[in-house]
């Protein structure tokens, strides 16, 4: 059975702030720019995870990032 190649491996810490209005504000500090609102704090996590999954396969397509299996997760603070 032939050896899978390793993935790189890395995880995004999301950070929460809740507004005076009760929304809720999803924050990947290691991807700047990626903050994303929602009415729940599960929709303001599905935002920004949304979000990030986009900026790295931007950066992927345009050569920023090494190409190759990657394993994402996602850690909530």
Known sequence: ???RPS???FSL???YYREEDGRWLAD????????????????ATAAAQ????????????????VPGP???SF???
């Open 70 to 72: 990657m394993d994402v």
């Open 13 to 15: 810490t999301i950070e």
């Open 7 to 9: 993935a790189n491996r």
């Open 28 to 43: 990947i500090p290691a991807l700047p720019g990626v903050t994303a609102y929602g009415r729940t704090k599960k929709q």
């Open 50 to 65: 949304a979000l990030a999954l986009r900026l790295i396969a931007d950066r992927l397509e345009h050569g920023e990032a």
């Open 75 to 77: 850690v909530a603070a």
């Open 1 to 3: 059975m032939p050896k």
